[in-house]
């Protein structure tokens, strides 16, 4: 079941381990981002951190023969089972796999590409840049949900996309500081052709974006991991900080 779910239902599961950096930052961002007085009022989740999922990117582009498909669809058949109303996956590059993972459970999936792209649309932004894996970019996610948001999807540049698989794998999943001046290259190069907006197509870029505190520095930024940390909030039944639109910073130039 891909849609609609139970109201009453506010356990949530979360699919981790994609990798465990970007869980936990997305558990934090949850946090961050309800309005809550007390423990009581911040949402009920159900955590699976399986690490050991294979590669999503490096099965895709033929890398890797062992597929990360049957453990996420284990893992989604693991939360249903204990309970949870919802399944919401903090990785990108897993929703290549969306319909397989869906078709385990019958509880509603959150499919993170679409609310990015509705959230784009809602920002009335035409013409966006996505910072991706490899293995996103090759799958055209974001360019489907694109078209049917009316707006158009711009790449990185062959260098410029070295930058992004540096900050995925060198920097973030490696455990180490993002550098600062690859995001930042890539984002000024997006802006130069013309992008009314940047997607943060990967949740280690959303990692990077947040230790780097680069949130006040750009204009128009649609932070994957944080628009599904707000949609996991809306999910459960709790209140959200009423900050804006979600993960998005709603000036229009660049403000450093």
Known sequence: MKQG??????????????????TSGFFEMVLEETAAR???????LMIINRSTTPDRTSYLLKKSGVSPVKYMAEDAARLEK??????????????????????????????????????GNLCGMRRIGIMCTEGTRVSRLYDVAAERNFMQCVYP????????????????????????????????????R??????????????????????????????????????TVEISGKRLKMTGLAGSNTSNKRIS
């Open 82 to 119: 204990a309970g949870c109303g919802a399944i919401v996956i903090p990785c990108n590059t897993s929703h290549i796999y969306y319909d397989k993972i869906a078709d385990r459970v019958s509880i509603q999936v959150v499919n993170l590409i679409k609310e990015v792209a509705a959230e």
């Open 38 to 44: 007390c423990d009581q009022d911040y949402p009920d």
């Open 194 to 231: 013309g992008c009314d907006g940047i997607v943060l197509g990967c949740t280690e870029l959303s990692v990077a974006y947040r230790l780097l505190a680069l949130e006040r520095s750009y204009a128009n930024v649609l932070d994957s991991l944080r628009i599904l940390a707000r949609r």
């Open 157 to 192: 540049s062959e260098i410029g996309q070295k930058y992004v698989n540096s900050l995925i794998y060198d920097d973030v999943k490696a455990g180490r500081k993002p550098v600062r001046k690859k995001i930042i290259d890539v984002f000024d190069e997006l802006l130069s």
């Open 5 to 22: 779910m139970n109201k009453e239902n506010k356990l949530i599961g979360v699919l981790g381990g994609l990798g465990p950096w970007a």
